[in-house]
């Protein structure tokens, strides 16, 4: 299993957000985390990308213990997360930003920079190769010299998606990838996400959207009230009478949640 969080608790003062929390994802697949406003997805996204401490329980990736990492570190490690809302340096071009996405880069430790300068130059010129075939997948590469601040909304998740991949993650997790995106353009980022799952990619996404949650997730975890009230396929969990009974309850519906 490439992810598994297990037995996770976290409390606010008196507040349990979560309880005994525990799912698990393969490598190459799409997980979805879905479940009505409060009921803890925000949370456990946190806890996993090293932004919140669980007060018990372990979360292993890649056969690593990481609750008590920093996020730095876990991003290292190869787990790397977009936000709900994504900030793009403005006043920097699509193709810099691609490049501040890179991996720890060789020309960053002066030493080895100032001794092996042909490596350096190897590495950068791998990076911007890497950087303009992403750019090309999204359709953003006449963008590149561009300021990613004029790009429109959807462009810009497109650009904080790829730029995700120039670290080259293990497990990518995304923040409602499609939410404020207009149809035609939600259309593009699901393809995009279905592109990289073939090349081998895997995800871990919370979406509102149910339409988006049934065309591109192999299976999905809901949660309520902070605990694990359904996984498994799709279709079968979103058509379980306790799913909709807890969208209901929350004052939603499934399909427009
Ligand atoms: P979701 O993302 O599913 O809408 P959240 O994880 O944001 O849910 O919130 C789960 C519960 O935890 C909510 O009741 C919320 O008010 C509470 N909560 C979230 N973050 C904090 C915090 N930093 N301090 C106190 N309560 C919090
Ligand atoms: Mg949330």
């Known amino acids: 299993?490439?992810?598994?969080?297990?037995?996770?608790?976290?409390?606010?003062?008196?507040?349990?957000?979560?309880?005994?929390?525990?799912?698990?994802?393969?490598?190459?697949?799409?997980?979805?985390?879905?479940?009505?406003?409060?009921?803890?997805?925000?949370?456990?996204?946190?806890?996993?990308?090293?932004?919140?401490?669980?007060?018990?329980?372990?979360?292993?990736?890649?056969?690593?213990?990481?609750?008590?990492?920093?996020?730095?570190?876990?991003?290292?490690?190869?787990?790397?997360?977009?936000?709900?809302?994504?900030?793009?340096?403005?006043?920097?071009?699509?193709?810099?930003?691609?490049?501040?996405?890179?991996?720890?880069?060789?020309?960053?430790?002066?030493?080895?920079?100032?001794?092996?300068?042909?490596?350096?130059?190897?590495?950068?010129?791998?990076?911007?190769q890497r950087a303009w075939e992403l750019l090309e997948m999204v359709n953003l590469h006449h963008h590149a010299d561009e300021f990613a601040g004029s790009l429109s909304g959807g462009q810009k998740k497109l650009l904080a998606l790829v730029q995700i991949l120039m670290a080259e993650p293990r497990l990518i997790l995304l923040d409602e990838p499609v939410a404020g995106v207009n149809p035609r353009l939600i259309d593009d980022i699901v393809d995009v996400i279905f592109r990289l799952r073939e090349a081998g990619h895997s995800f871990f996404i919370i979406e509102h959207n149910m339409g988006v949650v049934r065309r591109l997730c192999d299976r999905i975890c809901v949660l309520d009230m902070g605990q694990v009230l359904a996984e498994g396929a799709p279709d079968d969990v979103l058509a379980r009478e306790e799913v909709l009974q807890a969208y209901l309850a929350a004052g939603g519906d499934v399909e427009d949640a």
């Open 1 to 128: 299993m490439l992810l598994s969080v297990e037995n996770v608790h976290k409390r606010f003062g008196g507040l349990v957000a979560l309880q005994d929390v525990t799912v698990g994802m393969d490598e190459g697949r799409i997980f979805g985390l879905i479940g009505p406003n409060g009921s803890g997805k925000t949370t456990l996204v946190n806890i996993i990308s090293g932004f919140l401490r669980p007060t018990s329980g372990r979360i292993v990736f890649d056969g690593r213990e990481i609750q008590a990492e920093p996020p730095h570190r876990i991003a290292r490690a190869g787990l790397c997360r977009t936000f709900q809302i994504t900030l793009n340096p403005a006043r920097m071009t699509v193709m810099e930003n691609m490049l501040l996405g890179a991996k720890q880069q060789t020309g960053e430790q002066v030493l080895r920079g100032a001794l092996h300068p042909m490596a350096v130059r190897r590495e950068e010129a791998a990076n911007l």
